[in-house]
């Protein structure tokens, strides 16, 4: 099964023509993509209904967000099932920056997930430490223990639909990237925790994706781990030039 992904997560960042302008370059350069490698990115919000119908049909769209409730009485929430009735795939679950500065803790991860599982709604999980965790050496303790929490219930997930994203919060928009070493180090620890949860069959078709100042320089040495599955690229997504390099380098 083919575990490549490479995921653009634009932040708030974009106009909705400038959003529509990447599409359109991502389509006029669809030849040189690789084929096995699934392409996703998550635009802002508002645009993603939008961009649902003119987006061209090798890139998959995802949420950068979605609602831990159901429909309802939640004024400025949108739910999975919204979200899929708009034609988009995927919601980011659990990104450091919303854990940092919108509340999501560990248990609205895990409202958001069940919410997406309900709707059909593919999860892409992040996880990361705190550059205090990794001085102190406790990093692995942390992912563990963020998985574990968040996946606690859950027996079994179906690898085209769940996707972990590992983000070092030291290195997302610093410059600062994990070493090859270390991003290689934490992939294979996060495979083998799934495998202790779900058997290492379904691990080893889960992709697991690094984000994290990931680039053109840096993307095929950061891929070629054998547990590293592609990226979860925040500013280098943001023009295709860059983007589409990044895409080429999971493909080799
Ligand atoms: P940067 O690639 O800008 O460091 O951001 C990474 C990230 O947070 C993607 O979700």
């Known amino acids: 099964m083919m575990r490549n992904i490479v995921a653009g997560n634009w932040k708030s960042n974009k106009s909705i023509n400038e959003s529509r302008e990447w599409m359109n370059e991502m389509s006029e350069l ?24 003119s987006k061209p049909s090798n890139v998959i769209l ?3 967000n979605v609602s ?19 034609g988009v795939s995927f919601a980011l679950i659990g990104h450091s920056e919303r854990r ?39 990093h692995e303790d942390m992912i563990s223990a963020q998985l574990n929490y968040a996946l606690n219930g859950i ?12 983000e070092p919060i030291w ?9 090859a070493e270390q991003a290689g180090e934490m992939h294979t620890f996060i495979r083998k925790l799934l495998g202790e949860k779900f058997g290492s069959y379904r691990a ?39 983007f589409i390099k990044i895409i080429i380098a999971a493909g080799e």
């Open 30 to 53: 669809a030849s040189e993509l690789p084929s096995d490698v699934r392409v996703m990115v998550a635009p802002p919000t508002p645009y993603l209904a939008a961009l649902a119908e």
């Open 62 to 64: 995802a949420s950068q």
């Open 68 to 86: 831990a409730t159901n429909t309802g009485a939640y004024t400025g929430e949108y739910t999975a099932e919204m979200l899929v009735s708009c």
């Open 100 to 138: 940092e500065y919108y509340g999501d803790s560990d248990s609205v991860v895990v409202e958001k997930i069940s919410r997406c599982v309900e709707a059909g709604l593919g999860v892409v999980l992040c996880c990361g430490e705190q550059l205090e965790i990794r001085k102190a050496g406790t």
């Open 155 to 166: 027996t079994d997930v179906d690898p085209l639909n769940f996707v972990i994203a590992y």
């Open 171 to 179: 290195a997302i928009g610093t410059g600062l990237t994990a070493s």
């Open 204 to 242: 080893g078709q889960i992709s697991i994706l690094y984000g994290g100042s990931c680039k053109p320089s840096n993307a095929s040495e950061l891929f070629a781990n054998e547990d590293v599955d592609g990226g979860l690229i925040g500013g280098a997504s943001l023009n295709t030039a860059d």
